[in-house]
């Protein structure tokens, strides 16, 4: 989508090569590890009282905690990668490392995949998601697309 709709390159972090990689590493970390990783929270939580034997509420709760720790450490790679770089955005600049990311780490908070951990724990990405969703482009697709999480 980037090679084909931003021909003015705004969103694929060509300012530097090494922009332009982190941009790559948010956007394929985006679907290939944190989502995965809530994937498997959620297959958990869809599949497995249709076992022949449920297991339990309890025992399906702590099993999706221990698959949680996963969920919870790539919040604390991006709270780490926000403070690199000063907060502002995953790349440093607005990319579409964070417009692909954004959307994850929405899910994971809407669908309670941290165990019970609130955003709010994670300075660094709460304060970049409120810089995410007020910009103005964000508002506009949420109106025009009427966008509910």
């Excluded at 969103?11 to 290939?32: C, M, N």
């Excluded at 929270?41 to 949680?68: E, F, G, K, N, V």
């Excluded at 908070?109 to 994670?122: H, I």
Aim: aromatic share 8%.
């Amino acid at each position: 989508m980037l090679e084909n709709y931003d021909t003015n390159h705004k969103l694929d972090g060509t300012s530097s090569k090494e922009t332009r990689q982190k941009v790559l590493e948010f956007i394929h970390a985006s679907e290939a590890t944190i989502m995965l990783h809530c994937l498997a929270i959620l297959y958990l939580r869809a599949s497995a009282p249709a076992a022949s034997s449920p297991p339990s509420p309890s025992t399906i709760d702590q099993m999706a905690c221990a698959l949680a720790t996963n969920v919870r450490r790539d919040l604390d790679w991006l709270e780490s990668e926000l403070g690199k770089n000063g907060g502002e955005y995953l790349a440093g600049e607005f990319s579409a490392a964070d417009t692909m990311m954004i959307f994850g780490i929405l899910f994971i908070f809407k669908r309670d995949l941290t165990c019970g951990k609130e955003l709010s724990e994670w300075e660094n990405l709460n304060k970049w998601v409120e810089r995410c969703t007020s910009r103005e482009s964000w508002k506009k697709a949420v109106e025009k697309t009427g966008f509910v999480l």
